[in-house]
């Protein structure tokens, strides 16, 4: 069986980073080792959070995991609780990195334009210095944006799609994925893998929806391990996230913070089975 270990925060509540990863991977059928930067109460869009950093652990977890001779086929990482941690992270991947581990980096950073809580100009440049490690990075537009040093806009054309790809894919990763993308009444992706140019979307749902793009990151991530061809996988990704924005804009009783993406989780085996 593959195993990935995902370095993100643990939010008790929120539908968003390793509460959202851990289920999707295992769902997958991949072993999901998952390694928290911080346990936050809730995500950081409610007016208030608790969140308790996990800095000083981080190169414990990794001297043990090291001392077990633990290898993983994908390292994966998502929201990050510090600048600080960024360098910690960057001596995980160098450290647990085989010729044939694939490094997944989201650089979570903001949505719809506007930054996190706590994301700063420094934040970003650190976070440019972490994509260069990666094999594929998957910003949102406004995360795209904040790493280019552009200002934003929602609604790039395809030219332009094209020209922010291939100018991210310069900060080191080979491929580059965008998400988020509006054409329309649809929402999507356009990627670039060092060769070709494409872009996939589903239908959008007139919701708020948060957490999307760490589902979409680890059904992404999940299907290229299970084999899928990088196209795909895309589909697979644009496709689950669609269904599980769905399932959401269906319940009255749908919680403000996340998606209904649990709902979904048999259309998602039944992609990974196409
Ligand atoms: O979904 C991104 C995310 C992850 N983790 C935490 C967050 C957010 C977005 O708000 O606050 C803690």
Redesign the pocket.
């Known amino acids: 069986m593959k195993r990935i270990a995902t370095i ?2 643990f ?1 008790c509540v ?1 539908k ?2 390793l509460t959202v990863a851990l289920p999707i991977i295992s769902a997958s059928g991949i072993e999901c080792c998952g390694i928290p930067t911080a346990v ?1 109460s809730n ?3 409610f007016p208030s959070f608790y969140s308790h950093d996990l800095t000083e652990d981080i190169p414990r977890i990794c001297g043990q995991l090291s001392a077990h001779k633990i290898s993983f086929d994908a390292i994966s990482t ?2 990050i609780a510090g600048i600080s941690q960024i360098s910690l992270i960057e001596k995980f991947i160098r450290e647990f990195r085989s010729e044939s581990t694939l490094v997944f980096i989201d650089p ?1 950073m903001g949505d719809y334009g506007r930054l ?1 809580s706590q994301i700063t100009e420094r934040y970003a440049e650190k976070m440019r210095g972490l994509c260069a490690h990666a094999d594929i990075i998957s910003p949102n537009l406004t995360e795209a944006y904040m790493l280019l040093g552009k200002t934003y806009r929602d609604d790039p054309d395809s030219v332009e799609l094209r020209d922010m790809l291939k100018e991210l894919s310069e900060l080191g990763a080979k491929t580059v994925v965008i998400t988020g993308i509006l054409r329309g009444g649809d929402i999507g992706c356009a990627a670039f893998d060092g060769n070709d140019f494409c872009e996939v979307y589903g239908e959008r749902q007139d919701v708020f929806c ?2 999307t ?2 589902i979409f990151a680890s059904v992404l991530l999940s299907a290229i391990l299970r084999g899928k061809g990088f196209e795909k996988a895309l589909e697979i990704a644009v496709g689950f996230t669609a269904e599980a924005a769905r399932f959401t804009a269906a319940d009255p009783d749908r919680p403000f913070y996340g998606v209904n993406f649990e709902q979904a989780i048999p259309y998602l085996i039944k992609l990974l089975e196409s």
Request: net charge negative; charged share 10%.
């Open positions: 993100q925060d939010s929120g968003c980073s936050l995500h950081t869009g998502g929201y979570v996190y948060s957490g793009g760490d």
